[in-house]
């Protein structure tokens, strides 16, 4: 089949991307100096990991030792090796999973994850659910949004609903995201009449699209479910609503889902703007070809000119655009979880940067984000070429 | 004649040159019109039948006066403002015994908006002129105070205290040089680097691509975030703190032109003027400079100006997740003002919720809405500039 070997030549030509992207992170984290380094890998040792110690410290004659803590770190990490084989090392540590661990201590880990020290793969596999199921959300959001009024404002070009799509998209593009997540926030809260509320004698501001899931003191139980792990982490998959389905319980489904309604559309809000644009150029292309006008001469009803001949065929660039702004998408993640306190790896990154910088998950979330857009661009790639063969074909 | 049909500009020589007539058929030297500027005014026409795009001219004017005006008047007590939170018995206007804020305050200042503060506590005083500015902010219910545009806290970061009005008159000139700096910067890189990809091709071609697209697969904020972050530390003046920012969007906002100039470029090499130029002798660099680039300049122009705009929101969502240009520091930058009044906002609701029980709270509207609204209409009017200058550039959009 020829769409397999296409897929085969797809994944290929990915290899060299992600050891690029590998190599960038490799240079930045070749920057931080060799005590942040072997803090973000071991967590912190007695003796610090400064070169030297004061000798008292480790009962020994003299005034400055050599620190045990640094020179076993340093040789461990391969510190002491020539540049390109630490290169090497790290390309090995990050194919194979081994991303470091969390800082023990850092504020990202004190307050997401109970301030133990464990690898930060694991951490990320416990808040990417939460993210790809907002992700899921926002992208419906926005292809619900962007196709139709796409197709409308370029089969009514100029008139009102084009203008006031174009001022949508404009505004979309113009309007920081923190800014109308913070507004559609205090809308909602308003709106719902509570600011916010005690339980257990912690007040939660905004209490009702704040978090992940209700303050545990608020819920009926007083506690969330056994099935949402220590971490917030869920079981079975791992997927926040998805799971309160499979354990039926529909009032923390609605929760979930309810908390991810607001941020979707403050990034359905932000992204919808390009996509639209690109969606009503190629619609309007479209509408000048051969083919739409040799259906209207043989009477087919209009609507149908534009839905069937026209819209699926500027379907296509849709899709590609969609790839293309997924990257400037999925980066505004960590912005709006952070505003709405949403479990995810974006709240992940924005709680590892301030006030102490917690490295191992920086880059982590850093690389995870990059993988998830590139494994983005290889879907829309496969479709594309599956809904228009001669991609594939020629 | 077909091809003066082409070009029915009137400012244009619409005679069809033919052979050796040439020079024949041209008007006299002097009164020839230089294209380039006749282009340029048939561009200024269609833009200025745009509406929107005037609308947007005319308000980035006004932020460039600004800019320029502030940038004149010099520095206002910079990087110290004159409005700091200070804490400490007030002891009336124009004495100096106050003590600058070391967090034994609290966010809520609790006292009387007209009379003197009870002590301990915190209020705003203009360094240079004590009697100008009266402790009457009342954060508790979140008056703007005395001045202009009201006034944004920042407690729980360095104690900052900035004057909105100051900060958008003294950020106008670090908004715009660190958006057109870092723009202009990144497109010049794309330029050369894409119309040398796009002009060499084979393996410069491949290579440049692919580094390319390994930087165009990071989100871009994700990749400002990290290299800030990791270089951060390192950093400490104000300038290389500056610069460091504009570093790391350049990083970020280089490949993005490169991919628009080698596409465009691609195309202009196959035209008959550049085929001309080459079989007249020209080598590459004349060919490259003379007509490649300055034909494939108009959608780098328009991405750039569009790019322009999102500046001030990306370093808006840095300062935001947490990365400050000048920690402890009061610096103006109109992003990261904006940034600063959303952050602090849940938590001043809630402190506010909490100590006033008894009286209702207002809402701090104008921490959110003056730096907000500056930021937003810069980034509109760019955008409704780039969507004007898009259509006049281009002539199949004209219509």
Redesign the interface.
């Given at each position: 089949m020829r769409m397999w070997i296409y897929i085969i030549r797809r994944l290929l030509l990915l290899l060299?991307?992600i050891i690029?992207?590998m190599t960038?992170?490799f240079v930045?984290?070749s920057?931080?100096s060799v005590d942040t380094k072997l803090n973000a890998y071991y967590g912190p040792s007695k003796f610090g990991y400064a070169p030297t110690v004061s000798c008292s410290q480790l009962g020994l004659p003299g005034t400055n030792c050599t620190n045990p803590a640094y020179a076993r770190g340093v040789k461990a990490l391969g510190l002491d090796q020539p540049i390109y084989i630490q290169w090497l090392q790290y390309m090995k540590n990050s194919l194979t999973l081994n991303w470091g661990s969390t800082e023990h201590g850092s504020y990202a880990s004190t307050n997401l994850i109970g301030g133990s020290t464990i690898p930060v793969t694991t951490v990320l596999s416990y808040f990417l659910p939460y993210t790809l199921e907002l992700a899921a959300l926002s992208l419906l959001l926005i292809l619900a949004l962007a196709i139709p009024l796409g197709n409308y404002s370029a089969v009514y070009r100029n008139r009102p609903l084009d203008q006031a799509t174009r001022v949508l998209s404009?505004?979309g593009?113009?309007?920081?995201?923190?800014?109308l997540a913070?507004?559609l926030l205090l809308g909602a809260t308003v709106l719902a009449g509570q600011?916010?509320q005690v339980c257990n004698g912690q007040?939660t501001?905004?209490f009702e699209f704040y978090g992940s899931w209700p303050p545990s003191g608020c819920l009926p139980g007083g506690q969330l479910p056994s099935w949402v792990g220590s971490f917030g982490q869920t079981s079975p998959t791992g997927f926040p609503t998805v799971d309160a389905i499979i354990h039926q319980n529909w009032f923390l489904a609605w929760e979930s889902v309810k908390r991810q309604i607001l941020p979707a559309v403050t990034i359905a809000y932000g992204s919808v703007a390009g996509i639209l644009r690109f969606v009503r150029n190629s619609m309007l292309e479209v509408m000048n070809l051969d083919f739409i006008r040799t259906a209207r001469s043989k009477g087919v009803p209009e609507s149908v000119v534009v839905s069937k001949h026209a819209g699926r065929n500027s379907l296509n660039v849709t899709i590609t655009v969609l790839g293309l702004t997924f990257?400037?998408f999925?980066?505004?993640f960590?912005?709006i979880e952070?505003?709405f306190h949403l479990r995810g790896i974006g709240l992940l990154?924005?709680y590892s940067?301030?006030?102490s910088?917690d490295?191992g998950l920086?880059?982590g979330?850093?690389l995870l984000?990059?993988i998830i857009?590139?494994a983005a661009?290889i879907i829309v790639d496969i479709l594309y070429a599956y809904l228009d063969p001669r991609v594939r074909l020629g | 004649m077909p091809s003066a049909s082409a070009n029915s500009d009137p400012t244009l020589p619409s005679g069809k040159p033919t052979g050796s007539t040439v020079s024949a058929a041209l008007p006299p030297k002097g009164r020839r019109p230089n294209p380039r500027i006749a282009q340029l005014k048939r561009t200024w026409y269609f833009l200025s039948r745009n509406n929107l795009a005037l609308v947007g001219l005319a308000i980035l004017i006004f932020f460039g006066v600004v800019a320029v005006s502030s940038f004149v008047a010099g520095p206002h007590g910079f990087p110290d403002d004159h409005l700091v939170l200070y804490c400490g018995s007030y002891a009336g206007p124009g004495t100096q015994t106050y003590v600058p804020l070391s967090g034994s305050c609290n966010l809520i200042c609790t006292y009387p908006s007209n009379g003197p503060p009870p002590s301990p506590n915190c209020y705003a005083v203009d360094q240079y002129n004590p009697g100008n500015v009266p402790p009457t902010l009342n954060l508790a219910h979140f008056s703007g105070g005395p001045l202009p545009l009201g006034s944004l806290t920042i407690v729980s970061d360095g104690n900052l205290f900035y004057s909105i009005y100051d900060g958008f008159v003294e950020g106008a000139q670090w908004s715009l040089a660190i958006s057109v700096s870092i723009v202009v910067t990144g497109a010049l890189i794309g330029l050369l680097l894409g119309s040398m990809a796009g002009y060499l091709g084979g393996l410069v071609d491949e290579l440049i691509m692919r580094v390319t697209d390994i930087f165009l697969s990071i989100p871009a904020l994700l990749l400002v975030l990290v290299t800030l972050a990791a270089l951060g530390p390192s950093f400490s003046t104000l300038p290389q703190r500056v610069g460091l920012l504009v570093g790391a969007f350049i990083i970020v906002w280089w490949p993005s032109y490169t991919r628009i100039v080698r596409g465009q470029v691609l195309v202009t090499r196959e035209q008959k003027y550049v085929e001309a130029s080459r079989a007249s002798g020209a080598r590459a660099p004349r060919i490259v400079l003379k007509h490649i680039v300055p034909n494939s300049l108009y959608p780098v122009f328009v991405q750039l100006s569009l790019d322009v705009g999102s500046i001030p929101l990306l370093v808006g969502g840095i300062a935001f997740l947490g990365y400050h240009i000048f920690p402890t520091l009061y610096f103006p930058e109109w992003g990261q003002m904006s940034a600063l009044a959303v952050g602090i906002l849940p938590g001043e609701l809630t402190a506010c919720q909490i100590a006033s029980t008894t009286s209702p709270c207002a809402f701090p509207w104008w921490q959110l809405l003056f730096p907000g609204l500056i930021v937003f209409l810069f980034a509109i009017s760019v955008n409704f500039l780039s969507d004007g200058l898009r259509d006049a550039f281009d002539p199949r959009l004209r219509r």
């Open positions: 060299p991307v690029g992207v960038i992170t930045l984290v920057t931080l404009f505004s593009f113009a309007l920081p995201g923190f800014l913070i507004l600011f916010a007040s501001p905004f990257a400037g999925i980066g505004g960590a912005i952070l505003v990154l924005a940067i301030l006030p910088p490295f920086i880059f979330t850093t984000f990059t857009v590139v661009n | -």
